[in-house]
């Protein structure tokens, strides 16, 4: 079957790092995706890793290990507006399918 | 650059009724996908459409349909509604090409069936 988890909740405090994992079991993997969704609001692409390894886009990072089934989104600096659901998700088969999406975890910032 | 579009906003409907839900893709992407995200799940993937046909079904009965019309904006129906049908449905659309092609997601309709 296709499962991917990711923690439920989490907080953390402004100017922090938090690291969000997902872990992932899927029949194929053809990449993975990382979208912010704040309440109410649609999801919004953030991070996209096909390859093992490290992606940066300015304060917040994705990594990805294949042979683990391992990801994880790195948010540095975190500012308020950084409070929302984070939402992890497989493709698991060529370009163009549907994501598998995690849960989500919701992170809530404190000052 | 107009983003995905979706209408209506919000729908109410009773259980039994049929729910007719709208969806506009950005400019120049083919492929439109549905999803699910009811309270406590996460986004189901419902149904995918590229080039007018369909390529893909979750794991939804065949009361969940729809259709993707020539100019790639698309159509969710879901017939005999059920309480639990309840939820935010939100369209994404993409390029169908191969490569890092990154799903962008509308502001959804919030069904709501009592």
């Known amino acids: 079957g296709q499962n991917i988890d990711q923690p439920t909740e989490m907080t953390a405090t402004e100017g922090a790092i938090v690291q969000i994992n997902c872990t992932y079991q899927?029949?194929?993997?053809?990449?993975l995706f990382w979208y912010q969704q704040h309440a109410g609001e649609a999801p919004t692409f953030l991070s996209y890793n096909v390859l093992d390894g490290l992606e940066e886009k300015g304060r917040f990072s994705s990594f990805l290990s294949r042979s683990k089934g391992y990801s994880y989104l790195l948010l540095k600096e975190l500012q308020m507006k950084d409070s929302a659901s984070y939402l992890c998700a497989v493709r698991a088969n060529q370009a163009g399918t549907a994501l598998i999406f995690g849960k989500g975890t919701t992170l809530s910032v404190s000052s | 650059e107009a983003g995905v579009t979706q209408s209506p906003t919000h729908l109410i409907k009773t259980r039994g009724q049929q729910a007719t839900l709208r969806c506009s893709p950005i400019?120049?992407?083919?492929?439109v996908y549905w999803y699910q995200q009811a309270l406590g799940l996460g986004l189901q993937f419902l149904l995918w459409?590229?080039?007018?046909?369909?390529?893909n079904r979750g794991n939804f009965p065949p009361r969940f349909s729809g259709r993707q019309f020539p100019n790639y904006s698309s159509e969710l129906n879901v017939n005999a509604l059920e309480l639990e049908d309840s939820a935010l449905y939100l369209c994404a659309s993409s390029y169908r090409l191969a490569g890092v092609y990154e799903q962008y997601f509308g502001p959804g309709t919030r069904l709501t069936v009592t």
């Open positions: 899927t029949s194929g993997f053809n990449g």
């Open positions: 459409y590229d080039e007018g046909e369909e390529r």
């Open positions: 400019s120049g992407h083919t492929s």
